[in-house]
């Protein structure tokens, strides 16, 4: 390989690096399957991992946690992977979001995607939240709410026709585990009883 010239896997890698990465995008999907060691290899050695799972579907990278990367580096390293602080409002959705795939996963529904209506979601979510005289300042809120859930990529708004409707992405139980999903949900009834 020449100074200064791309490697192979470069498109990936600058996907990977933009965020999630998903398996309908068959192109770099099948890059990143080809090319999966390279990858991994790479990532390494600047205090990243790969998190791939072939069979839900989507690829991301993972900052390794502060103790392998003094191991390993023998010094701290800057975060690449930003952390976002997600509002109480966003946390919840994602949550009852969380919950939903678990559901539908569970049930006899033969489709392997979980599309659902953004009205199905405003009335998932109303319940949570108090009787407002304001209806239009509350759907506002609860679409703002499902418009970041969507830019970090929990969700994906369908083209033409069904618009308003919105496939919830696998990548929702890599982030939100069994474990993680009691703990949030116990930390959400904290903040309901604190505020009763």
Known sequence: MKPNEPTLYAPVMIKLMQGILYQDDTTHWDMLLHHQSAVRDYVGKIGLALYLDEAEGYA?????????????????????????????DVT??????RERLQQFDTSDDLSSRLVMSVDDIREM?????????NEVRLLRN??????????????????????HLYEVRRIIKAKVSADVL???KEKLQTHVEGNT
């Open 142 to 163: 609860l679409d703002s709410n499902i418009n970041q859930l969507t830019k970090l990529g929990f969700l994906k708004q369908l083209s033409g026709k069904q618009s």
């Open 182 to 184: 009691a703990e949030i």
């Open 92 to 97: 919840l959705l994602l949550v009852l979001l």
């Open 125 to 133: 979510v109303r319940p949570f939240f108090p009787e407002q005289t």
């Open 60 to 88: 991301y990278l993972q900052q390794l946690d502060e103790e392998a990367v003094r191991e390993n580096f023998g010094q701290a390293l800057p975060r690449l992977i930003r952390r976002i602080k997600l509002s109480y």
